[in-house]
Structures are given as structure tokens and as C-alpha cells.
């Protein structure tokens, strides 16, 4: 196949910023949609499982992903390569590279998996001395932790299919195969821990959702890609270079960022046991659900920044078109953040009552905890897609590396305070050190892109601390009031207390946050949907 490079197919500059911007909001309204529908449906699972089985072996299911995720990455870092480089071919038409990179991919990564997946089934009985299991859920353990690692790695060796279409801009299509999966998954998880399965059922749930996510991801890939060919006979050195080289920069991060995400229910299953992992679990699983929304933006910057990056190489308006999808994605992305994890920071017992219908010490505080730290971690989300997918990855060390070593300072100091490790001690480590990095890496991207302190905190920062003054005053009310009601009662009171705050959220951020070009444009979109509305019911 002839490779067709940007000069040559005498494209506009314009084309390539129109697709981007046409693609990202396309793919951002479906991924939202998508991640609200998923944090809908998972708000009612914790519940439920918990009433079926202990703390000790929720906290066994939750240390189960632990594990797959650190064994995971070492495939992880290719998914990225896929992605930004899948994105930059295809903008050149240089789909032959795309083939050889895909190609070549799959036969590194099939092997690794497999011979990573033998390593875990060697090495189990120091894998279950770390997990401090008792002797009643020792063989449940072996069952789920070896399932979901045989189903974690298969998935990641068949990633390619599912790259290719989001570097392609098609990351829309692959939200609607991921809610077919875990509508699926949500389903069965009723019914199999329902019928007694216990964290065994989760694991079958786990298994069938991911077998639908990655045969869909095959079918649909080939078929709306005609030029796709994946074959041994195209591996390719050249590809392998890159796989190699950009992927092991990406490798590294990926690690950091698995420990970064896991490292509280790391540390707490040696440290303070399995039903502590449970415990962290449950104060972090409002916040960490609520970040999935906004992790739509930073999911849609890398193969936007590298189209950009492709498409606009070498012309003037490069730097100054990714500078603006740099400023107005982090905006959006902090915004949205903050209007979930306000409301959930400023009414944490109410929503933990009415949501687990029983408590759990110290949850409501962890969960308060969590969600400053969701907050502080996505802010840095925009940069690090952004900047790797310009080409620059090894930014991202900027965070990982300082969160860590400020790890090691803060963990000790936490455990001075409260005189041994608890599950809020290792909770404040965390955010304290998330914070830290944060502050760091943040001056280091704006000032790779071009981002004066006073631009970011005003365009940035304080729309993000708008949502939780508003939430501030519904704090005391909604607490008194749900005390004094039973849990359904409570709900109905947290509902409606929801729902002004985002009335108010809506009006304060349209009338004092927005330009004024955001609210012309903000007001248009409501409009037309407003209209459509209007014709569907006539």
C-alpha cells in the first residue's frame, strides 16, 4: 500500500484542527454519557455485595485487582504507543505503519502475557502470603485472583483492536461496546452473587464482560477498517523500535500510575489486613466512580493531541492550537470534577447511610479524604495525556516521581500522628503526597505549554472551588435531616438536596464562571437540545 504523507495529500491545516474538534466532542458526549450510565449502575453494587459476603472478602475481591494491575503493566505501556501513534498514521495515511505496528505488537505482547500469567501460577504461594488470607478464603482466593489475571491479560494482549479505533477517532463507538459490557457484567453480578457464587460470581461476571468488550473490538475494527491487516508476516523492527522505546517510557508510567491509584490498598493489605483493604475500598469508591466522567476529557486528548500533532507538523498554529485544547480541556475537566466531588465531599455520611444502609467506621472521613485527592489527581490528567501525545511523554515522570519519594515522607509522618498505620493515616499519606506532585508537575506542564500561573489558577483552579462553596451550606441541613429518617426516607432527602445543588451549580457557573463566548455557546447547546425535545414530543 503506498503511504500518502501530509504534503501530499495537500490537506488544509484547518481539516485536521475541524476533524479534532468534530471527533472530540462526538467522543466526549458519548464517553460521559457512557461513564454516568457506569457509575449509575456500579452505585448499586457495593451494596450488594457487601450484604452477601464479609468485609474480609470484599477487601480479597478489591486486593484481587491489585494484583492483576500490577502484573498487567507489563503490556499496559503498549496500549499508549497503539493509541498515539495509530492517531498520528492515520492523519498521514500512512496506514501500512499502522498494520506493522499492530502486528508487531500482538506478537510481543501474546507471549509476555502467557508467560507472565505462568510466573503468578508459580509464585501464588508468596502472592498469598502477601494478601494475609485466612485459612477459610484461601481456596476462593486462588480461584479469583488467578481468573481475574488469566482475564486482565488476555484482554491487554488483544488491546490493539480497541487502540486502533480510539487513535482513529472512533473512541465513541468503543464506549457504546463498553456499555454492552458492563450492563452485562452489572447484571450477572445480581444474579451470580445473588444465587450464593460470592466473589466467585464476580469473577465469572468479570470473565463474560471482557470476553463481549474484546470480540466486539475485533469485529467492529475490521470491519469499519478495510486497510486493517494484522499478520505475522508484517512484524516489523522499525515498529519494534517504537513499541520499545516510546512504550518503555509508557511502561514506567503506567506503573507508577497503577501504584499511584492502588498504593492505599496496597500498603493497607500487609499493614492493616484485608478488611482495612475492604474499608479504604468503600471510602474510596464514590470518588474513584466519579472520576470516571471526567477522565473522559484526558481519555480523548492523546489521540487528539497526536492527530493535531501529525496533521499541523511544522505550521505556525501548532503550538498555539494545542496550547488551547490544553486550557479549555483542563478547565472543562476540573469543572466537571468538581461538580461531582463537591457535592459528595460536603455530604459524605448522608450519601455513605443511604448508599450502604449500614456504617462502616471511619468511611464518611476516608471518603472526604479521597475526594480531594480524585480532585488534585486529575488536575494533572490534561498534561499528561496532552504532552505524550505531542510527543513527550517522559513529562509524566514530572508527577509519578515526586509523588512517590513524597510518599516515603509522608507515610512516616502520618504514622508518627496517630501512633501506628490505620486506614486514615494511610489515606492523608496518600493525598498529601498526591498534592505535592501535583503542585509540581503542574508548573512543569504550563510551562512546556506555554501557561502563565495566572491564567491556569484563573481558568483553571478557581472554577474548580466554585462546586464545593455551594455544596458548603447543604452540609449541616442534609446531615440533620437524614439522621432523623430511615434510609429510604434519607434518600429521597439526599435526591432532592442533589438535585438544587445542581441548579445552583448550574446557574452560578453560567452567570459568574462562564466568558462570555461560553455562555453564548453553552446557552445555544441548551437550546437546540431544548428544541429537540419539543419536536419529539409533537
Known amino acids: 500500500m503506498s503511504e ?21 466532542s462526538r467522543n466526549l458526549i458519548v464517553d460521559i454519557i457512557a461513564r454516568v450510565g457506569y457509575l449509575v449502575s456500579r452505585f448499586f453494587v457495593p451494596p450488594f455485595i457487601l450484604a452477601h459476603v464479609t468485609l474480609e472478602a470484599y477487601g480479597l475481591w ?35 505503519k499502522v498494520n506493522q505496528l499492530l502486528s508487531t505488537g500482538l506478537m510481543l505482547t501474546i507471549p509476555v502475557c502467557l508467560a507472565v500469567f505462568g510466573l503468578i ?63 452485562t457484567e452489572t447484571a450477572l453480578i445480581f444474579w451470580l452473587v445473588g444465587h450464593g457464587r460470592g466473589i466467585r460470581g464476580l469473577a465469572e461476571a468479570f470473565l463474560i464482560r471482557t470476553g463481549i468488550e474484546v470480540g466486539l473490538a475485533c469485529l467492529l475494527a475490521f470491519k469499519l477498517l478495510p486497510w486493517l491487516r494484522v499478520t505475522p508476516g508484517r512484524f516489523s523492527r522499525e515498529a519494534l523500535h517504537t513499541l520499545l522505546s516510546f512504550g518503555g517510557i509508557t511502561q514506567l508510567q503506567s506503573l507508577m500510575a497503577i501504584g499511584l491509584n492502588s498504593v492505599e490498598r496496597a500498603m493497607a493489605a500487609p499493614l492493616i489486613g484485608l478488611a482495612g483493604t475492604g474499608l479504604l475500598d468503600i471510602g474510596n469508591k464514590l470518588p474513584s466512580m466519579a472520576a470516571s466522567i471526567p477522565s473522559a476529557f484526558a481519555g480523548s486528548f492523546v489521540p487528539a493531541a497526536s492527530y493535531l500533532h501529525g496533521g499541523l507538523e511544522g505550521s505556525s498554529e501548532q503550538r498555539d492550537t494545542i496550547r488551547k485544547l490544553y ?24 450519601l455513605l447511610d443511604v448508599w450502604m444502609g449500614k456504617r462502616y467506621p471511619d468511611a464518611a472521613t476516608l471518603m472526604i ?19 505524550k501525545g505531542v510527543g513527550r511523554p517522559k ?18 509522618i502520618f504514622w508518627l500522628v496517630f501512633g501506628k498505620f490505620t486506614a486514615i493515616g494511610i489515606a492523608l499519606s496518600v493525598t498529601t503526597a498526591t498534592v505535592m506532585a501535583a503542585v509540581w508537575f503542574l508548573r512543569h506542564a504550563n510551562g512546556l505549554l506555554n501557561v502563565s500561573l495566572g491564567e491556569y489558577f ?81
Not at 486486593?63 to 493509541?83: C, D, K, Q
Not at 509464585?123 to 485466612?134: A, R, S, Y
Not at 480532585?375 to 490528567?381: E, K, N, R
Not at 438536596?497 to 451549580?505: C, D, E, R, T
Open 121 to 183: 501460577w508459580i509464585f501464588w504461594p508468596i502472592v498469598i502470603t502477601f494478601l494475609h488470607v485466612n485459612a477459610d478464603l484461601r481456596e476462593d482466593a486462588r480461584v479469583v485472583v488467578l481468573s481475574v489475571t488469566a482475564i486482565f491479560l488476555a484482554s491487554l494482549s488483544l488491546s490493539a483492536f480497541r487502540d486502533v479505533l480510539a487513535g482513529v477517532q472512533k473512541s465513541a463507538l468503543m464506549q457504546v461496546v463498553w456499555v454492552i459490557g458492563y450492563l
Open 62 to 96: 478489591a486486593a484481587a485487582f491489585i494484583v492483576v494491575s500490577y502484573i498487567g503493566v507489563s503490556t499496559m505501556g503498549i496500549s499508549n504507543v497503539y493509541i498515539k501513534y495509530v492517531a498520528e498514521y492515520s492523519a498521514r495515511r500512512q496506514y501500512e
Open 4 to 24: 500518502v504523507t501530509h504534503a501530499d495529500a495537500g490537506a488544509p491545516e484547518e481539516s485536521h484542527q475541524k476533524t479534532v474538534r468534530d471527533s472530540l
Open 327 to 350: 486550557l479549555k480541556g483542563a478547565r472543562y475537566m476540573n469543572l466537571t470534577c468538581a461538580y461531582i466531588c463537591g457535592f459528595i465531599a460536603t455530604v459524605p455520611l448522608p
Open 369 to 387: 479524604i479521597f475526594t480531594v485527592q480524585t480532585q488534585v489527581h486529575l488536575m494533572t490528567g490534561p498534561g499528561t495525556s496532552i504532552l
Open 395 to 412: 513529562a509524566e515522570f514530572h508527577y509519578g516521581i515526586p509523588n512517590i519519594l513524597a510518599i516515603f515522607i509522608t507515610m512516616p
Open 458 to 538: 484563573k481558568g483553571v483552579v478557581w472554577p474548580g472551588v466554585v462546586p464545593y462553596l455551594i455544596g458548603l451550606p447543604f452540609a449541616w441541613p442534609v446531615l440533620m435531616l437524614t439522621q432523623r429518617l430511615n434510609r429510604w426516607e434519607g434518600a429521597g432527602v439526599v435526591i432532592v438536596a442533589g438535585l438544587l445543588y445542581s441548579v445552583l451549580v448550574l446557574v452560578v457557573v453560567e452567570r459568574f464562571v462562564f466568558e462570555t463566548g461560553e455562555r453564548h455557546w453553552f446557552r445555544a447547546v441548551l437550546a437546540s437540545k431544548l428544541a429537540f425535545l419539543n419536536r419529539k414530543k409533537v
